[in-house]
């Protein structure tokens, strides 16, 4: 088993989340491993504490210099050091609550032989105190999951997953420039099984000034063009046998940024995504795609309300 902590600037948070990882109870042999990508303020000093204290369990990883592309070249890095079967990740400003959160996941791999990801339910903590608390994950979603799945409404907080280290060692090349790291993880873990989900919050994921999420860009639009270029980075990269799953989820995507373009009165950019949407899945118009031509028929009458 091995734990993969990777964290940049995290000195408020990191005590909390080693705290949360030292506390876990674990029967066999496990490992932590913490890679800090040169941060400039005391996380390394807080970090290097830890080791100390904790010699035969937290090793560190510390690059010379910042590698950047959100901590994935890192990330990497870390994924080939590891010598555990099983992996789980962490980042810095977030948190383990259950002290058995790695038994647990550990064991329900080791009970699912198809099982390549399992993940867990997390407390949503919004630190400025603007949004109450609340879960992740709802807790009627399905027990198990697939790639049609990822790419729908499922939510994955980044603390949450264990991976068969099988299913993502080595990572591949492509991986340093993607947008965002945790959901080709998940795509990746995919190919190689199905996605098991426990319903407990077993972790709190931090929202706050330091932390990167997928809401951190602003405008409704320009969220829904980085949902759409993450979907458009998933094409001739895996089995030829999905590029049509693929195609699916863009043109979804486009359908979403058309509409958010519309709603901001940008006519000709929602012309334009909804074009792009209907050609991504091909020329053949499904009935349950009819809502993209009312769309297209309504662009141009003013902004939506």
Same mark, same amino acid.
Not at 59 to 75: C, S, Y
Not at 240 to 266: H, N, T, W, Y
Not at 269 to 285: E, I, K, M, Q, T
């Given at each position: 088993m091995s734990v993969l902590l990777t964290t940049y600037q995290h000195e408020r948070f990191i005590a909390d989340a080693l705290e949360g990882v030292v506390a876990q109870r674990l029967d066999g042999?496990?490992?932590?491993?913490?890679?800090?990508?040169?941060?400039?303020?005391?996380?390394?000093?807080?970090i290097r504490d830890y080791a100390r204290r904790y010699p035969d369990l937290?090793?560190?990883?510390?690059?010379?210099?910042?590698?950047?592309?959100?901590?994935?070249?890192?990330?990497?890095q870390m994924v080939e050091r590891a010598r555990g079967d099983h992996l789980a990740v962490l980042d810095g400003d977030d948190?383990?609550?259950?002290?058995?959160?790695?038994?647990?996941?550990?064991?329900?791999?080791?009970?699912?032989?198809?099982?390549?990801?399992c993940f867990?339910?997390?407390?949503? @903590?919004? &630190?400025?105190?603007?949004?109450? $608390?609340? +879960?992740?994950? =709802?807790?009627?979603?399905?027990? #198990?999951f697939g790639l049609r799945h990822l790419l729908g409404s499922v939510n994955i907080a980044a603390c949450s997953p264990m991976f068969r280290r099988t299913a993502l060692a080595p990572l591949p090349e492509w991986y340093r420039d993607v947008i965002w790291g945790d959901w080709q993880l998940y795509v990746l873990?995919?190919?190689?099984?199905?996605?098991?989900?426990?319903?407990d919050a077993m972790a709190v994921y931090r929202v706050n000034d330091g932390g990167v999420t997928w809401a951190d860009d602003g405008s409704v639009v320009e969220r829904a063009r980085r949902v759409v270029r993450? @979907?458009? &980075?998933?094409?001739?990269?895996? $089995?030829? +046998?999905?590029? =049509?799953?693929?195609?699916?989820? #863009?043109?979804?995507?486009?359908?979403?940024?058309?509409?958010?373009?519309?709603?901001?009165?940008?006519?000709?950019?929602?012309?334009?995504?909804?074009?792009?949407?209907?050609?991504?899945?091909?020329?053949?118009?499904?009935?349950?795609?009819?809502?993209?031509?009312l769309l297209r028929r309504s662009i141009g009458r003013g902004p939506h309300r």
């Open positions: 042999p496990w490992e932590v491993i913490v890679g800090d990508d040169a941060s400039t303020d005391r996380n390394r000093e807080i937290i090793h560190t990883h510390f690059p010379e210099r910042n590698l950047g592309h959100g901590g994935r070249p890192i990330f990497a948190y383990w609550t259950d002290p058995r959160k790695l038994a647990r996941q550990s064991a329900y791999l080791d009970a699912h032989p198809g099982c390549a990801m867990h339910d997390v407390v949503i @903590h919004w &630190e400025d105190g603007s949004a109450p $608390d609340s +879960r992740s994950t =709802r807790r009627w979603e399905p027990r #198990r873990a995919a190919q190689h099984g199905w996605i098991g989900y426990l319903p993450f @979907h458009g &980075e998933l094409a001739g990269r895996f $089995d030829a +046998r999905l590029d =049509r799953v693929f195609a699916r989820s #863009r043109s979804k995507a486009l359908f979403e940024l058309a509409a958010a373009q519309a709603a901001a009165g940008d006519d000709g950019g929602a012309r334009d995504s909804l074009a792009r949407s209907l050609r991504a899945y091909g020329p053949r118009l499904r009935p349950r795609d009819a809502r993209r031509l």
